[in-house]
């Protein structure tokens, strides 16, 4: 079973920048995706950012591209989102997700194929 961990959320002014963090525990070894996702009251979970784990091929969504940044440690099985340029619209509660079935189709920043998820970790931007 595969636990996830994220940490570094807060709160922070528009035009800033935040690190968070995913640490992932467990049998990791089967990774084929790893992704953020982020969440808004009233609003669907939106896939943000993904990592494929074979070549480290990353997919950005419209929304974030350019200010978010997804990066890996394979030694620290860890997962980061860097997040400059802060806005009010980017404030959500921030999940990592692995997907470890490489079989499903779709897109990669689909959240339905992912299969272990975080608590979560709440960003926000005040302007």
């Known amino acids: 079973q595969v636990q996830l961990v994220e940490s570094g959320g807060g709160s922070v002014q528009a035009g800033g920048s935040l690190r968070l963090s995913c640490a992932a525990s467990?049998?990791?070894?089967?990774?084929?995706?790893m992704g953020w996702f982020r969440q808004a009251p009233g609003k669907e979970r939106e896939g943000i950012a993904t990592v494929f784990t074979g070549n480290g091929s990353t997919v950005y969504a419209d929304s974030v591209k350019g200010r978010f940044t997804i990066s890996r440690d394979n030694a620290k099985n860890t997962l980061y989102l860097q997040m400059n340029s802060l806005k009010p619209e980017d404030t959500a509660m921030y999940y990592c997700?692995?997907?470890?079935?490489?079989?499903?189709?779709?897109?990669?920043?689909?959240?339905?194929?992912?299969?272990?998820w975080g608590q979560g970790t709440q960003v926000t931007v005040s302007s």
């Open positions: 467990g049998y990791t070894y089967s990774s084929y995706l």
């Open positions: 997700a692995e997907d470890t079935r490489p079989w499903f189709g779709g897109s990669w920043l689909q959240a339905g194929r992912y299969n272990f």
